[in-house]
């Protein structure tokens, strides 16, 4: 039964289609869509490279992508804005080799002219209408640790101050910066590739290290994967300078630590 | 093929076409309530996020129903009374909510009550904004489910013969006596199931409310928005609180069934002199 | 003009039909209004209880008048008083017998409790026979029944005319001669001036002193039923008599 409903999920987001004699092998990668443009280059540049397979894309969140994993879609390649999805997938035992890809930072986002007069991460308390992902989404979830880790610096009210005038718990981070662009929030905590990705459409404010709340997007190849090979590839190009020169092009950072 | 044998083969057809339509509306559900076992339909109802969402779901449908109610059904009367393309044109544009794609609605609602709007700054001036309240939540549904309503009604009253309402004057009652004795009792199954549909729709709206209204427990939060929030960490919990606001629709429209038949039985029972 | 029940002299466009009606009824008279179909009849009488709004004329109803263009006054249906029945009769389909009744007596008697409205409700409906049939609505009536009730319900508002649309068409053959004959008593008692559309003899014969005929929207000549019965002054008349389904014209009384 489970195995049906991955089968019906999965034909679903890739679109329903019967394979013809003469179709290129496919490699199916799952990707968070906070890493959509990144895969979209990543595709553009496998298949320049490796001509005889064509990648398919498979966006979505985090929490489902794996969703569909655990109930047997037909995944070769799964890239998370979450370690612990690949980890669980880990101890599952569907994971064959994975390693952290690249890493991003929380910025706090302020629509053009910053109506709110923010200038550090602590004024966040002087915001009227904050937006935030909601916790159960991994951009929601690093901004509570945010939250958390400037409550636990310099005491106060500053987490329940946050909180009261936090209007809307978005369900991904794009809905958060669509927030900011269409300027119905004065503030939101959003990765800082998202930030960089839209323009002059808003402002950021950089967080200090020793607070911010670092983002591991790991990359994971999965057992019972169709195209071994062709995933392996993936991995490679992904951890190659090429690679992770489209991580940094779009405002992802290089981690310092490797799994 | 004989005659006898065309009827059977045709008797045949319907049945089979009818177990599929049955299959394709209820096994879903059926699906739904069986794969859920009892402890996690349990830890669902313990969810932190069920009440408060519940709560706001059957407050705001509640409220977008009777608003769709009381500017609705002098809308419907008044386009029933007119005729030829008037009518038609009428009609078509009133249903334009009911083919956009929630989302796009929600699109337009930000659009045009949003912060950044003439609307939304004339609003501002007063103090008000309505883009992540419950307020909007209200206008939310009721801008996709009040078509539901209004083209119901619109049928029904039209299906009012017009006749009865001329007696009705002749007989000394004004049109206000005439529309609230005689076209509305004859309107109201018709106009109730149209109410249903309304209600229904406002009841499972997502799309169109989280863009205009956000997402935030207990203050915008309904269930189909919990419902969705729970899928990003925890399909349990998702297919839990699904069940719930199955359950809390069905038990809403099995207690208006009853009133409705409390309703009538009593009307019979009523004038007996 | 005080000795009249009806006066009325008005033109009216509905759709594509022009209708040019010219008519006066006195005090006690039932007039028929004959005509080929589609000459005007159903109209006339609509226009009369206020559907339709004339272009031209005035209308009279007794010493009160009703609509003026020249004014302009044009009375809303309500205050009209004239008693309206269609050729369906126009029950409501969702009151009992007395409720129909009920609303008409609501209109001359707001004041009053709902208990006693339907108090005077019933005894209309005893008036005419189905008092027995109070509490039941229209759907189970027979058609006597039926017109009837909705002859007590045109009572109850009190009308100063009386207007029926082909009072026996939606009854049976077989109860028509029973049901006219109650109608043609009642209404010799009610001494209400009666303006009915008919399309047969008989109902003309028994229900009416006067008849008039209608054609493309005017009407073309008024007589007594006697006279008219007995030699039919143009052709036109003629041809209608001797179409019309029905046996010796003396059979006036039945």
Redo the contacts between chains.
């Keep these: 039964m489970k195995r049906v409903v991955a089968w019906l999920l999965l034909a679903l987001a890739l679109g329903f289609g019967c394979r013809s004699q003469g179709e290129k092998p496919r490699l199916v990668v799952s990707a968070a869509s906070s890493l959509a443009e990144v895969v979209a280059e990543l595709k553009a540049l496998y298949e320049s490279k490796y001509g005889d397979v064509e990648v398919v894309l498979n966006l979505g969140g985090s929490q489902q992508l794996r969703a569909q994993i655990e109930r047997g879609a037909p995944v070769d390649v799964f890239l998370s804005a979450n370690v612990a999805h690949v980890e669980s997938l880990a101890s599952e035992n569907r994971v064959a080799e994975w390693f952290v890809a690249s890493c991003n930072s929380l910025v706090v986002a302020v629509p053009t002219g910053n109506p709110a007069g923010l200038r550090r991460v602590e004024d966040l308390v002087r915001a009227r209408r904050i937006v935030l992902g909601a916790d159960e989404v991994p951009v929601g979830l690093y901004a509570q640790r945010l939250i958390h880790n400037i409550q636990a610096r310099d005491g106060g009210d500053f987490a329940t101050t946050v909180e009261a005038a936090t209007v809307s718990k978005e369900l991904s981070v794009r809905a958060v910066r669509n927030r900011v662009l269409m300027k119905e929030a004065d503030a939101a905590v959003i990765y800082r590739s998202d930030a960089l990705a839209a323009g002059a459409g808003l402002e950021f404010i950089e967080i200090s290290d020793s607070i911010n709340v670092i983002a591991r997007y790991p990359v994971a190849r999965l057992e019972g994967s169709a195209n071994p090979e062709a995933a392996r590839r993936w991995m490679e190009l992904v951890r190659s300078p090429e690679g992770q020169a489209v991580f940094e092009r779009f405002g992802f950072r290089a981690c310092e630590e490797v799994e | 093929m004989t005659q006898g044998q065309q009827i059977r083969l045709g008797r045949a057809m319907v049945w089979l076409l009818s177990t599929l339509m049955v299959g394709l509306l209820l096994l879903p559900l059926l699906g739904l309530a069986l794969s859920t076992g009892f402890s996690e339909f349990v830890a669902g109802w313990s969810n932190p996020a069920v009440l408060p969402a519940l709560w706001l779901s059957l407050e705001t449908s509640t409220l977008s129903l009777l608003l769709s109610l009381l500017l609705g059904t002098p809308l419907a009367w008044l386009i029933a009374q007119s005729r030829g393309q008037r009518q038609a044109l009428a009609e078509s544009l009133f249903k334009l909510p009911m083919v956009i794609p929630p989302a796009v609605a929600g699109v337009a609602l930000l659009v045009t009550f949003g912060g950044s709007s003439w609307l939304g700054a004339q609003l501002a001036t007063l103090g008000l904004s309505l883009v992540f309240t419950k307020a909007a939540v209200v206008l939310a549904q009721t801008f996709v489910s009040a078509p539901y309503y209004l083209s119901a009604a619109i049928s029904a009253f039209r299906s009012v013969d017009s006749g009865l309402m001329w007696v009705g004057r002749s007989l000394g009652a004004g049109p206000a006596r005439v529309f609230f004795r005689i076209a509305l009792p004859l309107a109201a199954p018709a106009l109730f199931s149209g109410a249903a549909m309304c209600w229904a729709r406002s009841l499972g709206e997502f799309g169109a409310t989280l863009m205009f209204a956000g997402n935030l427990s207990g203050r915008t939060q309904t269930m189909p928005l919990a419902i969705f929030t729970a899928l990003e960490s925890d399909l349990q919990a998702a297919q839990a609180l699904s069940i719930v606001l199955v359950l809390a629709a069905l038990m809403v429209l099995f207690g208006t069934v009853l009133a409705r038949r409390m309703g009538r039985s009593r009307q019979e029972k009523g004038e007996n002199l | 003009m005080t000795s009249r029940a009806l006066q009325v002299d008005v033109q009216v466009v509905v759709g594509a039909f022009a209708l040019d009606l010219q008519l006066e009824l006195g005090a006690t008279e039932r007039r028929a209004l004959i005509g080929p179909n589609g000459s005007g009849k159903s109209i006339a009488l609509?226009t009369l209880?206020?559907?339709h709004r004339p272009n031209r004329g005035v209308i009279w109803v007794g010493d009160r008048c009703v609509f003026d263009s020249a004014r302009p006054l044009a009375l809303?249906?309500?205050a009209?008083?004239?008693?309206?029945l269609?050729q369906?009769y126009?029950l409501?389909?969702?009151l009992?017998a007395?409720?129909n009744v009920e609303?008409?007596v609501?209109?001359?008697h707001p004041q009053w409790s709902r208990s006693e409205r339907?108090?005077r409700a019933?005894a209309y409906l005893d008036d005419l026979g189905v008092a027995g049939s109070?509490?039941r609505r229209p759907g189970v009536l027979s058609g006597g029944e039926r017109q009837r009730v909705a002859l007590a319900?045109?009572l109850?508002?009190e009308p100063t005319l009386l207007l029926l649309d082909e009072p026996m068409s939606a009854l049976d053959i077989e109860v028509r001669r029973e049901v006219r004959s109650f109608l043609r008593q009642t209404l010799e008692r009610l001494k209400l001036p009666t303006l009915l559309v008919a399309h047969e003899l008989d109902d003309v014969l028994s229900l009416a002193d006067r008849v008039s005929l209608m054609d493309k929207g005017a009407v073309v000549e008024t007589a007594s039923v006697e006279e008219a019965a007995r030699r039919p002054p143009t052709a036109f008349a003629c041809e209608f008599w001797r179409t019309s389904p029905k046996q010796e014209p003396n059979a006036l009384l039945e």
């Design positions: 609509r209880i206020g559907a809303p249906p309500e009209r008083r004239i008693g309206y269609p369906d126009g409501f389909p969702h009992s007395a409720q609303f008409a609501r209109s001359r339907l108090q019933v109070r509490a319900r045109a109850a508002a």
